[in-house]
C-alpha cells in the first residue's frame, strides 16, 4: 500500500512559515527587505496592536505587474536569483523567494502594487495560501502589502505570542536594525496610529540622531577605514558613554544586521581598558566586504554569517576601532598600575592626567619629626567646604576610625595620588581610599536619607531638554514621581521628550541625559535586583551618576570633608555597588 502524500501547498507554505516567520517582527523585517529589494526610496510602517491584527508597508518602489502580483505568493517565487551561480553575488536583502509564501499561508494578506509606468495597479487578497480576489485599483505607484491577523489559522503560534509591549519592542528593533544601515531612505513606523518615527534620507549619524535623539550624536567618534578586504564606516561610543548592557552594538555587513561573536569582541578589544568593569560599549559599524566572501547560505533569515577572512577582518576592526579611539590612547599610558583589590575604571576618558596638586618629596621620612615635607597646593581654593575637626572624626567610633593627630603630621593631611585615590592615616595604618566610590557611598546615604525629608532642590537657569526612544519614555514617566522625590523637576513635553528645570543641588546639568539614561539601564537591567526596591535602586544609580569621577583633583579642603562624610556613613568600606572603598595598609607592613 502507497503511503506517501505529497502536502498541498497551503500545508508546505504554512510549515514553512513556522521558519520564517516566528512572531509579527520577522514579518516586519521581511516586508521592510522587500521594500528595500524593490528600490524603494521611502518605506512606511504601520502597526496595529504591535503586529497582531495588522502589519502593513507601504513603498514607492517599483512594483509589480498584475501577474507577478499573484507569483509573488508561490513558494520559490523570487526576481532576485535565476541560476545557482548568483548565490555568490547577492546584492539584495531577500532570494530565497519563501517569505510572502510564508506570509500568505498564516494571515490574511491585502497587496495593492503598481509599478511606475503602468495607469492602474492590481489588487489581491490572500488568506491562508488561497487568493480569494484579484482586480486592477488605482493606486500610488509602488507597493502596499497588508498583513492582517498574523496566525489567524495557527493558534498554536497566536498564543504563544508574548504582551503587546515585548512584541512591539521587537518591532522597534527590527525596525532599528534596518534603518540604522539604510540612513539613505526615509522611514517611518506608526503604531496604533501614533508615528513613532519620522526618518529622513540623510547620514548615518543623522539616522542615528533620529533614532535615539539628537543628544546622542555627541556621544561618538566617527570611524571609517578602507582597505582591499574590507570597507568600514561607522561610529564608535565614547568610552564615557559606556553602558551596563550590550544593548546599543549593531554591527552590519553588506546593508544587513549581523550577530558575530569574534567581530564583536575584535571592537571590545579595542576598548581593552578604558571602560568600567561591567560596562559595554554602544557602536555602529557597517562593514562592506565583496559578497563572494561571505557565506551568506548559513541561515538566510538567521542573523549569523561566516567570513572567508575573518582573522584578517578582525585584525582590522579591532584597530579601526582603536584608531577611532586614538585620542585616548595617551590618556591610558599615563596611568600608573592599579592596586589589584581596587578594580578601578578608569578614569574618564577625554581628560588628560591634570598636573598633581600635591607634590611629593621623595625625601621625606615620617619618622624625622620634620613638618611640611608634603606641600599643598591651592589649599584654600574652595574655602566654601567647611574643613574637617579631629573632634568629629573622633567622635565616631568606627572600625577605621582616622588616627589620632600625630606630632609628626599636620593632622589627617589627605594627599592624592593619580587624581582617584586619597591617602590619610588612620589608627590602624594608611589608608588608601578611592575617591570616586566614597562619594558615591556619601551620596547614597544623603540621598536615601533625603526621601523622608523634603527634598532640597535648585531651579536652572536654562531648562534643559532630555529625550528618549519611545520605550523608555514610557518607563522614564514611570519614574517621574521618584525623581521629583530626589529634587528634580521634570514634566513630559511630548512623546519622547521631558524638560528638567530643577534638580538636586550641586547636580551638574550637562550630565542630565547621560544620568537618567543610566537610570533607566540599571533599572532594565537584572544586575541591580540586590537593591531591594525601586527607591534603593534610583538612589544608587543617582549616587553613581553625581559622585566626583577619579581624574577629579580635589582641594585639601573637599578630600578632608568627604573622609569625614564618608566615616559618617553607616558602611564606609564598601560602595552602594558592593565595591570596595578602603584598603589599609597596616603599621606592619610599612615597616616592611
Ligand atoms: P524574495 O525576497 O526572497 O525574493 P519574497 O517572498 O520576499 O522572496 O518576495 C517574492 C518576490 O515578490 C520578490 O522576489 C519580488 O520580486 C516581489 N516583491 C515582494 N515584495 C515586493 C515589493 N514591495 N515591491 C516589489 N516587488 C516585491
Ligand atoms: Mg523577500
Redesign the pocket.
Known amino acids: 500500500m502507497d503511503i506517501i502524500n505529497i502536502l498541498p501547498d497551503s500545508v508546505a507554505n504554512q510549515i514553512a512559515a513556522g521558519e520564517v516567520v516566528d512572531r509579527p517582527a520577522s514579518a516586519v523585517k521581511?516586508l521592510l527587505?522587500?521594500?528595500m529589494?524593490?528600490g524603494a526610496t521611502q518605506i512606511d510602517l504601520v502597526v496595529k496592536d504591535a503586529g497582531r491584527t495588522l502589519i502593513q508597508v507601504v513603498?514607492n518602489?517599483?512594483?509589480?505587474s498584475d501577474s507577478?502580483a499573484r507569483l509573488?505568493f508561490e513558494r520559490h517565487?523570487?526576481?532576485?536569483i535565476h541560476k545557482a551561480d548568483d548565490l555568490f553575488a547577492i546584492h539584495?536583502?531577500?532570494?530565497?523567494?519563501?517569505?510572502?509564501?510564508s506570509i500568505a499561508a498564516i494571515a490574511q494578506v491585502e497587496l495593492r502594487?503598481r509599478m511606475h509606468d503602468s495607469e492602474l495597479g492590481t489588487e489581491v487578497r490572500i488568506e491562508g495560501s488561497q487568493i480569494t480576489d484579484q482586480r486592477p485599483t488605482a493606486c500610488a505607484p509602488g507597493?502596499s502589502?497588508a498583513v492582517k491577523n498574523l496566525f489567524f489559522n495557527v493558534p498554536a503560534r497566536r498564543n504563544f505570542l508574548k504582551k503587546d509591549s515585548v512584541e512591539m519592542s521587537h518591532i522597534e528593533e527590527v525596525f532599528r536594525r534596518v534603518t540604522l544601515i539604510h540612513y539613505d531612505l526615509g522611514f517611518s513606523l506608526t503604531s496604533n496610529g501614533r508615528l513613532l518615527y519620522d526618518l529622513q534620507p540623510g547620514s548615518m549619524l543623522q539616522r542615528i540622531a533620529g533614532l535615539y535623539g539628537n543628544n546622542y550624536k555627541e556621544r561618538f567618534f566617527n570611524m571609517e577605514e578602507q582597505t582591499d578586504l574590507l570597507k568600514i564606516k561607522g561610529f564608535v561610543g565614547k568610552p564615557e558613554f559606556s553602558r551596563k548592557t550590550r544593548g546599543e552594538q549593531y554591527l552590519f555587513v553588506n546593508g544587513r544586521f549581523i550577530k558575530h561573536a569574534a567581530l564583536s569582541a575584535a571592537v571590545e578589544k579595542a576598548y581593552s581598558d578604558l571602560l568600567p568593569e561591567h560596562s559595554y560599549p554602544s557602536y555602529f559599524i557597517g562593514l562592506q566586504v565583496d559578497p563572494a566572501r561571505i557565506d551568506i547560505n548559513i541561515h538566510p533569515t538567521k542573523t549569523e554569517v561566516k567570513f572567508v577572512d575573518e582573522h584578517a577582518m578582525f585584525a582590522i576592526l579591532r584597530s579601526a576601532v582603536k584608531k577611532a579611539l586614538g585620542q585616548f590612547t595617551l590618556a591610558t599610558e599615563l596611568e600608573f598600575d592599579t592596586p589589584e583589590e581596587f578594580n578601578i575604571p578608569p578614569a574618564p576618558k577625554g581628560y588628560m592626567p591634570p598636573e598633581p596638586r600635591i607634590s611629593y618629596n621623595p625625601n621625606y621620612n615620617p619618622f624625622s619629626g620634620s613638618k611640611g615635607s608634603v606641600k599643598t597646593e591651592k589649599m584654600n581654593e574652595r574655602s566654601d567646604t567647611p574643613s574637617l575637626m579631629d573632634d568629629d572624626i573622633n567622635a565616631l567610633s568606627l572600625p577605621l576610625k582616622p588616627a589620632a593627630p600625630s606630632p609628626t603630621l599636620p593632622s589627617n593631611t589627605c594627599m592624592q595620588v593619580q587624581g582617584r585615590y586619597i591617602v590619610t592615616t588612620l589608627s590602624s595604618g594608611l589608608a588608601i581610599i578611592d575617591q570616586q566610590r566614597a562619594h558615591e557611598r556619601v551620596l547614597y546615604e544623603r540621598l536615601t536619607q533625603q526621601v523622608s525629608f523634603a527634598p532640597t532642590s535648585q531651579a536652572l537657569l536654562f531648562p534643559v531638554n532630555c529625550q528618549f526612544t519611545p520605550a523608555d519614555a514610557d518607563l522614564f514617566g514611570e519614574l517621574l514621581p521618584d525623581l521629583r522625590e530626589h529634587g528634580f523637576a521634570i514634566d513630559p513635553v511630548g512623546q519622547c521628550t521631558f524638560v528638567v528645570t530643577a534638580t538636586p543641588p550641586d547636580f551638574k546639568e550637562s550630565e542630565l541625559q547621560v544620568t537618567f539614561d543610566h537610570i533607566l539601564t540599571d533599572y532594565k537591567s537584572a544586575t541591580l535586583q540586590k537593591y531591594n526596591n525601586r527607591t534603593q535602586t534610583l538612589c544608587a544609580s543617582l549616587a553613581r551618576q553625581m559622585a566626583v569621577k577619579a581624574g577629579t583633583t580635589l582641594s585639601q579642603e573637599e578630600m578632608q570633608q568627604l573622609v569625614a562624610d564618608l566615616f559618617a556613613c553607616p558602611m564606609p568600606e564598601t560602595s552602594p555597588g558592593g565595591k570596595k572603598i578602603i584598603t589599609v595598609v597596616k603599621p606592619e607592613e610599612i615597616l616592611k
Open positions: 521581511e527587505e522587500n521594500a529589494d524593490a513603498d518602489g517599483c512594483g509589480m507577478d509573488c517565487a523570487t526576481s532576485k539584495t536583502m531577500g532570494f530565497r523567494g519563501e517569505a510572502l509564501a502594487t507597493t502589502l
